[in-house]
């Protein structure tokens, strides 16, 4: 796939936020639809797309889930020419000051975050960052027409165009998950033409970074054998502490934990060796903050594995991501399923 | 020399003037760097003047010469530059730790583009993931030295220290409004280019565009001095503050309102306006039927602060657009508002005669 | 309907002890239902509406899921010291800051007021544990309540006219509109589930299984939420007396856009009035519904209600009967989800 980086730039031009995933979920099923023999979204907006496998019915199936939700904000209420806000997701208030924004109201809007002078503050926020709370967007229209364009429950998402860095860097808000949904695409394209004996199914999860809503109920409807979530983890970067960060261009992190099926884990350490794609180990001691936490609970329980993207400044509108490291991670996951025999599953234990 | 009728037609702000102030405000001028804002001043009054100076620091200065006798020199000063950053140590792949030049509220800067060196290269300054910040890192402000500029990896030293960054903002209208990086004073740079362009004939103009103005209205100070002037306008643009309270009381520090014209500054903490140019500014304004207001009098300076102390001693007032948010990565202002200044600073000039300066102080 | 109203309110039905609420509600709504049961964790589960084949979304009607809770917040004995004092600790989001000089009901009848420890200074912020229940005995032996039994507020309801203050109005008005409205429904497409819930105010513990067993196509919750129109409040839009409010987000719950849509689509249509509701803290019944099985689509009509909580929360009479205008209007007619 030549053109991943244009795809993901186009994941990342549109808005989708929690519980509102409609604009990235059209884009994504355009690009999924020639690549897969089943696609339908489900009652919670998940997008579910099958591979399907050539194993004697019923086959085992694997998921492999992306969050295609962003994080973002909502307006709470209007003063006069100013909008209050609240978050979607995990919003660091800190970056916000300055923050270019759209306005999702009766039309769109172009907004700024802003934080009012100190003596327009209450007294215990007169110091420190601006709590979210106390901040305002100011679109530079009159309170007639703000109101006339705008109400409570509207979306606000960041507006920071994508941008490429020297070499094979990505900047961009919402690079956490769409990356992970990048690498899905890419996986699928290397998937063309190949036989495999499982189903797959590929998920674009909605409102994981609220409650992981979609990942929980597509986990339940899918019941797939086992689950993969690919998202983003952290990587080093100036402020960041060493021992919680990954390199960046040196390839996905494999994660080992109680989130995870230790032979799945063993499955992919091994196949990384086996293909030479550089790999670090993401020891997750608790809840992987991903989908697999979700998903391995679902129904009867589901055997998961997290697969991370290292990315910078992660829930900024300047996260920062190496597109070889997507490229990589959609490689991994193509060989993973094409490797898929139908006893697979057969041939784990626990006490390795 | 450039001679067509319109240089006496009053001069109005429409498409080609914001087309104007969105290419000033997209070019970048980080105090002692103003370089491309100086190129795109000269260029542009390249065919209205007979002489371009250039000065030691880098002020550009155009003299255009009125008719008749009895003639003031006066002087309109708008500086070009704006607060941004400075690169300071090459941390090597692509990391840079910088500084800030002019005032600058640190708690701007997390999360945000930049554009490096007259290249404008993309870079970052990022922040810490939410998801790993103690609660105490919470609740403090970030502190400069633990921020980076991030070029990316990779990026084979393509800039160097000492070279300048300021916030990657384009420009925009906003409805009645315009939102840029910067407003504060590529405004005033706008304002006067259109006054060299259009100036009034009963007075010698002698517009300064100054630099340094963010570290300490230096170049007004030397602009002054070697101009030498009766007396002089500053055009520059001001804090609005006029957010609503926290608690829906009233806002009295607004320090200026958007939408209501004009800001005639009376007094700051390193100057107090001359009170003829204020009477001779609200008579205008009066007459002219042009809304203006007064800015709360205090805080910061502007080029006036140097310029009324060179030789013996300079009458001189600033008028200012307001503008919100400004030293941040957006600031906003009220088209309105400039149309009004621009107004308001033409009609000042055409009227002005030496009667103005010999009344009572 | 105002007595209604205040029947409901003033009967004891902490989380988990519905029992006697249900058995008020029962005999409401019994003879207003095709079907009523009772389920493993006390929910109260009423049909109205025909049977449909377990297919979602075959043909006109759904099958709807529309719930409020019974239970209301309370407190649960932990020790009787020797001279007859219970100690206590919540069931629910009890506030400290109303307990002190409050009067408490036990479920089997005993009454008793709060007291607190005189180490605790006029400005402390005292915490639960430094607080009594004095049934007004004086030794362990006489104390006519033991170790696990479980007390509400005892507070009269107050009919001010267009305002009604009790304690429990969370969510005895969310029941009081449910069971109006299985009154005011002549004919419905649908198969309507009316579920009167246990427990929400201690995790959403009935609601799960509820709409697990149900299996619906979509799900209402009915609950109150909170102002921002009292003296310094939080910054929140919702207003008491400008209607119904639709909730938009919870602290757990994104509501089904189409579900938003359906419903100001519905209330403009009928020139309801109506507003909406973004809560930073808190969450409903709907949120456990939206999770259940493989998702089911989720909202929620919100009761303005000041001083949540508190042994006083009130609210306005208009937004209660436009609630149950509102909720007439969706379930009797096809719903199209946009």
């Known amino acids: 796939m030549n053109d991943l980086i244009p795809h993901l730039k186009a994941l990342i031009s549109v808005p989708g936020l929690s519980g509102y995933e409609a604009p990235v979920r059209t884009l994504i099923e355009e690009a999924w639809r020639p690549l897969t023999d089943e696609i339908s979204t489900s009652r919670l907006g998940s997008l579910h797309a099958l591979r399907r496998g050539t194993g004697p019915d019923p086959r085992p199936s694997l998921l492999l889930a992306a969050h295609m939700d962003a994080i973002g904000l909502i307006v709470t209420g209007l003063s006069g020419e100013f909008l209050h806000i609240t978050e979607v997701g995990g919003v660091d208030a800190r970056v916000l000051p300055g923050q270019l924004v759209t306005i999702h109201g009766r039309q769109e809007l172009s907004g700024v975050i802003v934080q009012p002078p100190s003596h327009l503050l209450p007294p215990n926020n007169r110091q420190g960052p601006v709590l979210l709370e106390n901040l305002l967007i100011d679109t530079g229209l009159d309170a007639e027409e703000l109101a006339r364009l705008v109400r409570p429950g509207d979306l606000v998402s960041f507006a920071q165009s994508p941008i490429e860095l020297y070499g094979d860097m990505l900047v961009g808000h919402t690079l956490d998950d769409r990356a992970g949904v990048a690498a899905l695409t890419y996986c699928l394209s290397a998937l063309q033409g190949r036989q495999l004996d499982w189903d797959i199914w590929f998920v674009a999860t909605s409102q994981e970074e609220e409650n992981f809503a979609g990942a929980i109920t597509s986990g339940y409807q899918l019941r797939p054998s086992l689950a993969i979530a690919i998202d983003v983890t952290f990587a080093s970067a100036p402020g960041s502490p060493a021992h919680e960060t990954f390199p960046m261009g040196k390839g996905p992190t494999l994660g080992w934990g109680p989130n995870i099926h230790p032979s799945l884990y063993l499955a992919f350490k091994n196949l990384a060796e086996r293909l030479e794609i550089s790999y670090k180990t993401q020891v997750i001691p608790r809840h992987s903050g991903t989908d697999a936490y979700a998903l391995q609970i679902a129904a009867e329980g589901v055997p998961t594995m997290v697969i991370g993207i290292p990315l910078r400044y992660m829930h900024t509108p300047v996260e920062m991501i190496s597109s070889k490291d997507v490229v990589r991670t959609g490689r991994l996951l193509a060989e993973f399923a094409a490797s898929l025999e139908l006893d697979f599953l057969e041939t784990w234990s626990w006490d390795e | ?361 | 309907m105002k007595q209604l109203i205040q029947k409901l309110v003033e009967i004891p039905g902490p989380s988990g002890y519905e029992t006697q609420i249900r058995a008020a509600i029962r005999a409401e709504v019994q003879p207003l239902a095709d079907e009523v049961y009772v389920d493993a964790l006390g929910n109260l589960i009423t049909r109205k509406g025909k049977l449909r084949s377990g297919q979602h979304n075959s043909g006109e009607g759904q099958r709807i899921m529309i719930a409020a809770h019974m239970d209301e917040i309370g407190l649960m004995v932990t020790h009787i010291d020797e001279n007859g004092f219970a100690r206590f600790t919540n069931l629910g989001g009890m506030r400290t800051r109303s307990l002190p000089g409050s009067r408490v009901r036990f479920v089997n009848g005993p009454i008793g007021v709060i007291g607190l420890e005189r180490t605790i200074g006029t400005n402390d912020h005292p915490t639960m544990t430094q607080m009594f229940i004095d049934l007004g005995v004086t030794d362990r032996g006489s104390c006519p309540v033991r170790v696990g039994d479980v007390a509400c507020f005892e507070r009269q309801f107050l009919d001010m006219g267009n305002r009604l203050i009790a304690k429990a109005m969370d969510d005895r008005i969310g029941i009081y509109v449910l069971i109006e409205t299985m009154r005011k429904i002549n004919s419905t497409p649908h198969e309507l589930y009316f579920v009167f819930t246990t427990q929400e105010e201690v995790g959403l513990r009935g609601a799960a299984p509820a709409a697990f067993s149900i299996d619906p196509d979509l799900g209402l919750a009915v609950d109150v939420t909170s102002t921002g129109d009292t003296p310094k409040d939080k910054k929140m839009e919702t207003t008491l007396g400008k209607g119904p409010a639709i909730k938009i987000r919870d602290s757990k719950m994104l509501s089904d856009p189409r579900i938003v849509d359906w419903i100001v689509r519905t209330a403009e249509k009928s020139k309801l009035p109506h507003q909406f509701e973004i809560l930073e803290g808190g969450t409903t019944d709907a949120s456990a519904i939206q999770l259940t099985r493989a998702g089911i689509p989720s909202g929620c009509i919100s009761i303005p209600c000041r001083y949540i909580h508190s042994p006083s929360e009130m609210v306005d009479l208009h937004d209660v009967q436009n609630a149950i205008e509102l909720l007439t209007q969706l379930l009797s007619e096809k719903v199209i989800l946009q």
């Open chain 2, 1 to 361: 020399m450039h001679t067509t009728n319109e240089s006496n037609q009053t001069p109005q702000v429409g498409a080609g003037q914001t087309s104007l102030l969105e290419r000033l405000c997209n070019a970048s001028a980080v105090s002692g760097d103003e370089h491309e804002v100086r190129q795109i001043v000269i260029q542009e009054l390249q065919p209205y003047a007979q002489a371009i100076k250039i000065d030691s620091l880098g002020n550009v200065l155009v003299t255009r010469e009125g008719r008749g006798t009895n003639r003031l020199r006066v002087m309109v000063a708008a500086h070009m530059d704006e607060a941004g950053f400075i690169l300071t140590n090459d941390e090597d792949d692509g990391i840079y730790r910088f500084e800030v030049v002019g005032g600058m509220d640190v708690r701007f800067l997390l999360g945000k583009l930049v554009w490096v060196g007259r290249s404008h290269t993309p870079g970052v300054i990022g922040a810490k993931p939410v998801h790993l910040l103690t609660s105490e890192e919470k609740k403090k402000t970030i502190t400069l030295d633990s921020l980076r500029i991030d070029l990316g990896p990779g990026n084979g030293n393509q800039s160097k220290i000492g070279e300048r960054a300021v916030f990657a903002t384009p420009f925009i209208h906003l409805g009645n409004s315009l939102r840029a990086r910067a407003l504060d004073n590529r405004l005033g740079v706008a304002t006067l280019i259109e006054l060299v362009k259009h100036p009034p004939d009963n007075i010698d103009l002698l517009a300064a565009f100054t630099v340094q103005e963010e570290v300490g209205t230096r170049g007004a100070s030397i602009a002054g001095y070697s101009l030498n002037p009766d007396l002089a306008f500053v055009l520059d643009c001001t804090s609005a503050y006029d957010l609503p309270a926290w608690d829906d009381s009233e806002n009295s520090q607004y320090n200026t309102q958007l939408g209501a014209g004009p800001a005639i500054h009376i007094a700051h903490k390193p100057s107090l306006s001359d009170p003829r140019l204020v009477r001779h500014l609200e008579q205008t304004a009066k007459v002219e039927n042009i809304p203006y207001q007064i800015r709360q009098p205090g805080s910061v300076s502007t080029d006036t602060g140097t310029i009324h102390k060179q030789r013996s001693g300079i009458p001189s007032v600033t008028v200012s657009v307001p503008g919100r948010y400004l030293h941040s990565p957006a600031s906003l202002c009220r088209l309105s508002d400039w149309q009004f200044t621009l107004a308001l600073i033409h009609a000042a000039l055409a009227r002005l005669t030496p009667q103005v300066l010999a009344t009572e102080r």
